[in-house]
């Protein structure tokens, strides 16, 4: 028939080349275009969504938290402990000097997580657990006057405008790859970054709640305290869930204390105790019981 | 955290395994090509003049291939950037020669020499379910000329 199948040499569709090289540049590749991509891309949101007025916030978050007052009421001893921790507040944004359409919002929960944090539109909640752990109130105000400074330099709202930002362009560079495993890792680099405040935010509310109590109380003796209480507690393996949202680095506490004894504080100068009323409030019911069957 | 390790390590393994396996398959191909080659496969409709016309019969071989978690993420990446997806090359190469070889398997059954009109279908399975599994199905089928002298 004079027909034949001659050999095809091999190679002609599969390259010799090792598959990991090639994974390995555009790997790469990827990697560095989402690091400068996210890096620039949360530098210009940051600087951006400082334009946000306060009171937009505000109007925002009115409704979530007149929801959440309406289905967590609090009892006449709680109320006393949520009006106390009010009236410290607007004391410290007194000597913080923010802006006039700023007002700051204490929200009181009574549970035993160990934490406190500054969300938008000037909300500040506290938790009992942390409140519990104060040995007195200057520790209180240096929690406190942290928020306070948080919400002063709009850092809540930067970090939302920031992560979402990132969490737009990182959907977008997978959209383009439309592949969900990329869309799994990448989305939550996005979510991270939108979640917490940068070491530099945290550093910065130090200095100006250090700055505030310096101003209201004349002297920084409580606010050593209470970075080495935070401190001790990290070394005891509980480490609470403060920790999460305000990391502790060593580098933090240094600045701190290097601050508070760059001050001089007056020879006289005490730390002022809780008062009563909120001293009982936040008593352990375990204490609460032993006292009573004392009596 | 967990995620990226879980990512990383069905990424080893997808390169792993998916290289053994493929490996082991072209390894196999290129034997058995030697083996079946002297059945003749053209895509000639036609047969040549003044060949006598034997017996014929449909003949058929077809192959599903899937792809593994490293040649997934490989060709994720080559969808950014562009060019050659090699990940995708060699497994279509595969599948190809895989189905034509088993067609010539069939042909060999049924006493052929030589198959003609050998035509190609391929067809992806799972398109577009959230590209949970990615394979490809090729069928290769012909005319098979079995001679009965």
Known sequence: ????????????????????????????????????????????????????????????????????????????????????????????????????????????????????????????????????????????????????????HRDPIISLGRGLTVYLALSSIVGIGNNSTFEQVLGQTGLLTMMSFSREQESAADRTALLTLKRYYGHLKGAATLFKLLQKEEAEHSAPSFFNSHPLTKDRIKAVMGFAKSIKAPADSTVKAFPDNIHKALRPPAETLEKAENQ | ?????????????????????????????????????????FNERTLPVHTPIPEVSLVAGNVVISIDYFKRIAAGLNNIFGGRVRAYESLIERARREAILRMKEDAQQHGAQAIFNVKLETASIYKGRGQQIGSVEVYAYGTALINKS
Request: charged share 20%.
């Open chain 1, 1 to 152: 028939m004079g027909y034949e199948n001659r050999d095809i040499p091999e190679g002609i569709n599969v390259s010799k080349a090792h598959p990991l090289k090639e994974f390995a540049w555009l790997a790469a590749g990827l990697i560095i275009l989402v690091v400068f991509s996210v890096l620039v891309l949360s530098l210009m949101a940051e600087h951006l969504t400082r334009y946000i007025p306060f009171s937009l916030e505000q109007k925002a978050t009115a409704s979530v938290s007149k929801r959440y007052a309406d289905e967590h009421p609090l009892n006449q001893q709680q109320q006393e402990v949520q009006t106390y921790l009010q009236t410290l507040a607007d004391t410290l944004v007194v000597n913080q000097g923010l802006d006039d359409d700023m007002s700051i919002t204490v929200h009181y929960v009574d549970d035993d997580t160990v934490n406190a944090f500054a969300t938008l539109g000037g909300h500040v909640i506290i938790f009992k657990g942390l409140l519990q752990k104060m040995p007195h109130e200057n520790a209180l105000s240096m929690v406190m006057a942290h928020e306070i400074a948080h919400i002063k």
């Open chain 2, 1 to 41: 955290m967990t995620n990226i390790i879980i990512f990383l390590v069905l990424l080893v393994l997808g390169y792993v395994f998916g290289r053994m396996a493929e490996r082991r398959h072209f390894k196999s191909i290129i034997d058995r090509e030697k083996q079946y080659k002297h059945i003749l496969c």
